[in-house]
């Protein structure tokens, strides 16, 4: 893969013509250089809050006008009626990952609906009542389990299951995962696991997780953070029982966008299948009866608790078109290739102060290489932003850098490499 690459400006240029997806970065607005305001910033940061798409201004006046003309009656007659706003968003996320438009809904934020889909999918009693999940999880994944565990009566020392890189790896080893998963099959409730690692960008092999905890008698979940518009899903036919995810990181809907949430359809087209229940998620038909006794809709919007968050879900329907328009595989293709070419240009670096710690093999990471430097990381990371390059910083000692398909060029990648060899 390395003898396709060279670390010629000229290379990246070339490549960049002849990308067919070059054309959507000029539709997406770029923070600009601290040192020099009239330049674009070199934007590896999508893995925390993706660009703003330029469609998202006009998106929003829309729903401001239709609010301004219509009042109350935008919940049924705006140019997008806020009674089914989050309808539309089905097709498109199906598209992403690979669920049937009945297995998804929008709503909340993503640890809200990490914790709802706990209620509904961890019910621990004295035989099982165990949760595996990868240690080093995002935080905020680990104080959900925490507080769950300790809700039902347990102990999360004895429920909670991490499972640890080995001695000297800073990677899980699939085996280990699954020897894990085999384990504990006698006492298994849950399996919950983030698809991508936040800190390290491994990808986990979802299908292969999710086997393994049925087959111990288990339920399979996800956090699906990094994943969601970052690399393809198939979570309907790898038989995942419920995922949610957030959608300001690659999916670009803004700084606490509305969260995303999958129910297998087993699950969602079961009216029976606990959950705690709102207004919004009773069937439509008997809705404004307001009558007591809540009847889910049997899809996975009958999760679904308070109105629609309009103002919250515009900049993610306007992002969601450009996916459509660009298309899952062809945006997979291109990251894998810009990443490919990331890793090449960062191994002719000379005295190399970081490692690599992301994954060699492209089908097992999505946009972002995960740098760890030994010593100095914040210090780096600090020249780096000096110099106009946005990229995330994670203790101990990671500087993660995400080069979007859907915004980011080979010229970007290179441009990188040109400014980090200054600091070498």
């Known amino acids: 893969m390395q003898g396709t690459f060279d670390t010629t ?11 067919e997806l070059e054309k959507f970065r000029s539709r997406f607005y770029f923070p600009r250089k601290p040192a020099a305001p009239s330049e674009d910033a070199i934007y590896f940061c999508g ?8 469609d998202v201004e006009s998106a929003i006046r829309q729903e401001l006008k239709d609010w301004q003309d219509l009042g109350v009656g935008g919940y049924m007659q705006a140019q ?116 991508i690692n936040y800190y390290t960008g491994q990808l986990f092999d979802i299908a292969a997780i999710t086997t393994a905890a049925h087959k111990a008698g288990a339920f399979a979940g996800f956090d699906l953070a990094h994943v969601v518009g970052n690399v393809p899903l198939q979570l309907h036919d790898s038989d995942v029982d419920f995922a949610v995810w957030c959608s300001y990181k690659y999916l670009n809907g803004g700084p606490g966008a509305v969260g995303g949430a999958y129910v297998h359809e087993r ?9 705690l229940g709102g207004w919004w998620g009773n069937e439509e038909a008997t809705r404004f009866k307001m009558e007591k006794g809540f009847i889910p809709k049997p899809t996975a919007s009958g999760w679904n608790l308070s109105t629609n968050q309009v103002f919250n879900m515009t900049a993610l329907k306007a992002s969601l078109r450009l996916f459509d328009e660009a298309g ?3 945006l997979r293709a291109k990251s894998m290739e810009l990443t490919n070419y990331l890793s090449f240009l960062l191994q002719q670096l000379p ?14 990471r999505g946009a972002q290489l995960s740098l760890y430097f030994k010593e100095q990381g914040k210090a780096i990371h600090q020249k780096m932003i000096e110099a106009g390059i946005i990229v995330d910083y994670r203790e101990p000692g990671v500087i993660r850098v995400a080069p ?21």
Do not use: C
């Open 351 to 364: 005295n190399l102060r970081f490692d690599i710690i992301t994954p060699i093999d492209p089908a097992k």
């Open 47 to 54: 893995n925390s809050l993706g660009l703003q798409p330029k």
């Open 80 to 195: 997008n009626p806020w009674l089914t706003y989050q309808e539309p968003f089905r097709k498109p996320l199906s598209r992403l990952t690979g669920a049937l438009e009945e297995e998804l809904t929008v709503m909340n934020a993503l640890t809200v609906n990490l914790h709802l889909l706990l209620l509904s999918f961890y019910h621990p009693d004295t035989a099982r009542y165990k949760i595996i999940m990868e240690a080093g999880a995002f935080p905020s994944d680990q104080y959900a389990v925490e507080s769950q565990v300790k809700w039902h009566g347990f102990s999360p020392e004895d429920a909670i299951i991490e499972v640890s890189p080995r001695e000297g790896e800073k990677l899980l080893r699939e085996e280990d995962i699954l020897s894990a998963i085999d384990k504990h099959r006698d006492n298994l409730a849950l399996v919950l696991f983030g698809g």
């Open 267 to 275: 699950y969602a087209h079961n009216r029976d299948h606990i959950r």
């Open 404 to 424: 979007a398909p859907l915004y980011n060029s080979f010229e970007d990648v290179h441009r990188f490499y040109h400014i980090l060899a200054l600091f070498q």
């Open 328 to 330: 899952m595989e062809r």
């Open 9 to 19: 400006l000229e290379f990246a240029q070339r490549k960049d013509r002849e990308d």
